[in-house]
């Protein structure tokens, strides 16, 4: 401390105000991540890809309503055969991030595949591939949201929530932009939008690591 003016009197010392932490302004709240990039579009897509495309464009190919029923009987398949394997890694071998990060990357592939070539074939083959990467989310998805509502009980409520919302939103906008823009459009507006949620959510487990090394040191 510095001596100034008369004797003792002390000189004031000036306090920096601590800055906020790198933590405390980049942690966004636990979940938002998995909900805004996993979990809403991944029930937009379902909605505007499964339930509303694909009647309309099989309906335009000349099928019936048998062959709608068999076309998307192809997504739920998936999630019979490639979901219990999807939660057996989860539990084991591969963290849910990861397979989440996976799933969610195979869904948007599948959508921009259906959109750069447009057929009957390719968009069946869509349909089942979109199935696989679905069905890879929801198994760790589901676990994350468990673990998370541990902390937070109200976070499980809400993707419950979620799950309506996005199916709803999904469908009232598939069928505005179908009948503006037609459905290649709106194919690819669902692509983009499965991709940057699966970036973003891919990018916010990758800083979280990083603020779990930075603490653990």
């Known amino acids: 401390m510095m001596m100034n003016g008369r004797a003792g009197d002390a000189k004031p010392t000036m306090r920096r105000n601590s800055a906020p932490s790198s933590k405390s302004m980049r942690a966004l709240p636990p979940g938002m991540p998995l909900l805004v990039g996993i979990s809403i579009p991944t029930n937009i897509a379902t909605a505007i890809f499964i339930w509303y495309l694909t009647p309309v464009i099989i309906v335009d190919a000349g099928g019936n309503v048998a062959d709608v029923a068999r076309v998307v009987m192809l997504y739920y398949l998936a999630a019979v055969f490639v979901g219990p394997l999807a939660g057996i890694l989860s539990d084991t071998r591969i963290s849910p991030p990861v397979l989440i990060t996976v799933g969610g990357g195979t869904a948007a592939a599948a959508l921009l595949l259906a ?7 390719i968009h069946l083959f869509s349909v089942a591939v979109l199935g696989i990467g679905h069905a ?10 468990l673990n998370m509502s541990q902390a937070r009980p109200g976070l499980q409520r809400i993707f419950l ?7 709803l939103i999904g469908l009232g906008a598939g069928a505005i932009l179908h009948a503006v823009a037609g459905s290649g459009a709106l194919i690819v507006a669902v692509g983009i939008l499965v991709s940057i949620g699966v ?15 930075g603490g653990a040191r």
């Open 199 to 213: 970036v973003g959510f891919a990018l916010s487990q990758m800083a979280a690591l990083v603020r779990e090394k």
């Open 161 to 167: 929530v979620s799950d309506r919302v996005g199916a």
């Open 115 to 121: 959109y750069q070539l447009e057929s009957f074939w």
């Open 136 to 145: 890879l989310i929801r198994a760790p998805q589901l676990k994350m949201v």
